[in-house]
């Protein structure tokens, strides 16, 4: 005369990265695509929109920096490509009440200025196996990327200034004044600028 009683799930819903952070932190509480940071970054943290099998493994993850030719020819999980070096990941430590996975990278020590993509493998699933889907297909077992830039390099400073109505570094009475210089570079940009700064206080750098 007891009543017999079956609980259970129906889970469609694929499973996504909604996060990638950084520790050290860049400043804004995620690494976002195409960022670029000059901070000493040690560990990745990676947080999925529900609780996923997979997390814990270092399988699950492939963290990739571009070779001499400045390029990240590798765009899934598995072989590399191009000239492209992978970089340890120690241990994936997985938090279930956060569905984040914090990976601890090349024995602690920080990464060094270059470009890097994070892969997270489309083999990791939710509790019900659906498979990783992040292009939004529907169809499942998508590779996750996240490229982002490390630059702790200043740019020069600029080098060869001259001027046609003054010399450097003597007072003149003359009001007007041209000067030409060439721009700053960055080594990592490639990018090339300048800034100026006309007063009146002889202290101004």
């Given at each position: 005369?007891?009543?017999?009683?079956?609980?259970?799930?129906?889970?469609?819903?694929?499973?996504?990265?909604?996060l990638?952070?950084?520790?050290?932190?860049?400043?804004?509480?995620?690494?976002?695509?195409?960022?670029?940071?000059?901070?000493?970054?040690?560990?990745?943290?990676?947080?999925?929109?529900?609780?996923?099998?997979g997390?814990d493994?270092?399988?699950?993850?492939?963290?990739?920096?571009?070779?001499?030719?400045?390029?990240?020819?590798?765009?899934?999980?598995?072989?590399?490509?191009?000239d492209d070096?992978?970089?340890?990941?120690?241990?994936?430590?997985?938090?279930?009440?956060?569905?984040?996975?914090?990976?601890?990278?090349?024995?602690?020590?920080?990464?060094?200025?270059g470009?890097?993509?994070?892969?997270v493998?489309?083999?990791?699933?939710?509790?019900?196996?659906?498979a990783?889907?992040?292009?939004?297909?529907?169809?499942?077992?998508?590779?996750?990327?996240?490229?982002?830039?490390?630059?702790?390099?200043?740019?020069?400073?600029?080098?060869?200034?001259?001027?046609?109505?003054?010399?450097?570094?003597?007072?003149?009475?003359?009001t007007?004044?041209?000067?030409?210089?060439?721009?700053?570079?960055?080594d990592?940009s490639?990018?090339?600028?300048?800034?100026?700064?006309?007063?009146?206080?002889?202290?101004?750098?």
């Amino acid at each position: 005369g007891d009543d017999f009683a079956r609980s259970f799930r129906v889970d469609l819903a694929r499973p996504t990265v909604t996060l990638v952070h950084s520790l050290a932190d860049t400043g804004d509480g995620s690494l976002g695509e195409n960022e670029a940071t000059n901070v000493a970054i040690t560990e990745l943290l990676v947080t999925f929109s529900e609780e996923v099998l997979g997390g814990d493994s270092t399988a699950s993850f492939l963290l990739v920096e571009g070779g001499g030719d400045g390029v990240l020819a590798t765009t899934a999980c598995g072989p590399l490509a191009g000239d492209d070096a992978s970089v340890d990941i120690d241990s994936a430590v997985y938090a279930s009440l956060t569905s984040t996975s914090t990976l601890a990278l090349s024995g602690g020590a920080a990464l060094a200025d270059g470009t890097y993509r994070l892969l997270v493998c489309g083999t990791v699933t939710d509790l019900g196996g659906n498979a990783l889907d992040d292009d939004d297909d529907g169809d499942g077992n998508d590779d996750f990327a996240r490229t982002f830039t490390v630059d702790t390099v200043p740019p020069t400073n600029p080098t060869a200034i001259s001027s046609s109505t003054h010399v450097l570094g003597a007072w003149s009475s003359v009001t007007g004044f041209a000067a030409q210089w060439s721009g700053a570079t960055d080594d990592r940009s490639g990018l090339a600028g300048y800034s100026v700064v006309i007063d009146g206080n002889p202290t101004t750098a």
